[in-house]
């Protein structure tokens, strides 16, 4: 079980990831916009972030950096869920310093898989 952030603005999406994944075993923390995320990333210290691209306020990409630059934070890794696949918009996610890039839709099996394998470190 592993404390995990959302950071995602839309809300049916960002309750359906909460559920898969407290329904997994974890715990959750859900934020609406990236600067809500970049500061309970450093309140909570979670196990991993799931950062959407496209948020208020701050992007993904620039969440993911921020965290990334703390001594504190920057250990924590952190997934995208973007609907956006072209390959530009990938490499920018894994430059920020993503583990992963989550292709939505995708279905909770697959949420929950690639979880584990960051999560293992695999």
């Known amino acids: ?3 995990i ?3 995602e603005d839309e ?3 960002r309750d359906l990831i909460a559920f898969t994944l407290q329904f997994a075993g974890h715990e959750v ?3 609406s916009n990236g600067e809500e995320a970049l500061q309970a990333v450093r ?3 979670p196990q991993l ?12 990409y620039e969440v993911c950096k921020e965290i990334k630059a703390d001594p504190l ?3 924590i890794p952190v997934i995208f869920l973007s609907a956006k696949g072209q390959e530009s918009e990938i ?8 583990e992963q890039y989550l292709l939505k839709p995708f279905s909770p099996d697959q949420l929950i898989e690639q979880v584990n394998k960051v999560l293992s470190g695999r």
């Open 43 to 45: 309140t909570h210290k």
């Open 5 to 7: 952030l959302i950071a």
């Open 73 to 75: 934070t920057k250990a």
């Open 49 to 60: 972030v799931l950062l959407d691209v496209r948020m208020p306020r701050m992007t993904g």
């Open 91 to 98: 490499r920018s996610g894994l430059e920020a310093g993503a």
């Open 1 to 3: 079980m592993a404390r």
């Open 29 to 31: 923390i859900t934020t």
């Open 11 to 13: 809300r049916d999406i």
